[in-house]
């Protein structure tokens, strides 16, 4: 193998980890339909790379009486394939290989031993050395009236390298083809080719018109580039130019892989519509938006003040009450929305069921600010200062009575000790106002404290419970939905190989090296991953 194949296969080993890493991730929140067909695309990649790419499969598909059968022989010049009346009989697909090495590859494609044979140009003279590693597909008609010959096809096509479509001159716009098969090919034309057999029943005048047409529909379909050969099985017209086409197939090695990679390409698409853009959320704020409504949905507000006020006061039992269940269950669906919003519904059913459920928040939320401390009581110094004013008050009422029973002579004290006596009580009694004003400023003070500190307890509890029930299962599922977008992006983030032109020179092995330099380049760093 050479160092180009060696980095192609490299690079097709690490695009298929990445889709496959991708779509576990992703799992049951992709659609059935989605997760199915990446599934298979990264199955058959993986099996095709196992069988090597050393063969390049071309498959000649059309509708009942394109002609592709009686091209099949005359490209492998070879009458094996079934013609005319024969071919709406058998859903079996005929093979011929230009190599003695193919058996592994066809048994997994699915031909019948019996359907097979090997073309080595011995026994006509002719150097068929340009189709070394050639494996030729004959498909059955994808529009028969037979299901099982669409199933067929439809099981094959993936598996194939390079397709060609043969059309004839009265079918070439039939809806089956282009809805059925060309539209979903968008992304595939480097591995593609249509053929429009039977050009020998077309006036010379209407060929143009005939081609452009084709090419037409093809770029409605959206396929641009791919190349439109004409041809006639029946008057060997452009067979020769077809020959030459599959030998640049074959000498192109990356032709051989290029369907494994536009299946990866297709896969990765399909992922990347699962995860359509990066979703713009941040968990501080997130929680920040809803922690507000959660402390009015607890009354927390209305427990601090209670808190409080029992210090404030003196007397008071404040207590936590049940959080209002619907008050929770509406701020859950809220943070749902807003998370949501950008994800597709897979991934929202998935959010759903990763976050807390209602009941469980609830129950998170009284559990959390149970743990909170209510402390309600006074300020310590609060007896001492309250026994002090007592007793100063008290003292200041005896020094009054003996101030005044002195100044009306009652007690002999003599003046100026009766007026001395008088002065002191009014310094008690303004010592015992002050005391007590003291007091009540220290609970004021205490109340305020522990009011803020019940509030910022409480927030930051529920806080805890907004980030673990919703913050962090939310957190940890984005993460997994920017990781498959992150994944598909590299599997589709490479260039995309040339199509075939038919030309009658074929690039040179340093050619290719020269034309690969960009792309080995690219896909180094997917390499490295594999």
Known sequence: MTAQNASHDATLRARTQ??????????????????????????????????????????????????????????????????????????????????????????????????????????????????????????????????????????????????????????????????????????????????LNQVDTVPDTQRGNLLEDLRRLLADDGLTGVHVQEVSARSGEGVDEVRTLLEEACARRSVAAGRAAAELDSAARLLLAQVPAEVPWQMGPAVERELDALVVATGLDSVASQVGNTVRNGYGHPEVPPPDRDAVALSRARWLTRAGASLRPGWQRSLAESVAGADQLRTAVAGALRGVSLDARGPSSARTLRRTAWVLAGVAALAIVAGVLAVTGVLGLGDPWSWVVLAGAGVVALGAVATAVAGVAARRRLASQRERAVSSAGRAALERVLTEGLGEPTQKLLVSHRRVRELAQAATELPTARPLTGSLRLPTEGELATSSTDETTGARGAGARG
């Open 18 to 195: 990445d889709v496959a890493e991708a779509l576990e991730i992703a799992g049951s929140r992709l659609d059935d339909a989605t997760r199915s067909r990446v599934a298979a695309a990264v199955e058959g990649v993986r099996a095709r790379l196992a069988l090597g790419v050393d063969h390049t499969i071309v498959a000649f598909a059309g509708g009942t009486g394109s002609g592709k059968s009686s091209l099949f022989n005359k490209v492998s010049r070879l009458s094996f394939a079934d013609v005319g009346v024969k071919r709406p009989t058998t859903a079996r697909v005929t093979a011929c290989s230009w190599s003695d090495d193919a058996e592994a590859l066809l048994d997994w494609v699915g031909v019948d031993r019996e359907r097979r044979i090997t073309q080595s140009g011995e026994l006509d003279g002719v150097d068929e050395r340009g189709l070394d590693g050639l494996v030729l597909l004959d498909l059955p008609d994808h529009d028969s009236v037979e299901p099982a010959h669409r199933e067929v096809v439809d099981r094959v096509l993936p598996m194939v390298d390079l397709l060609v479509w043969v059309v004839d001159p009265q079918k070439y716009a039939d809806d089956a083809l282009h809805t059925g098969y060309l539209r979903d090919a968008v992304g595939s034309e480097a591995s593609m080719v249509v053929l």
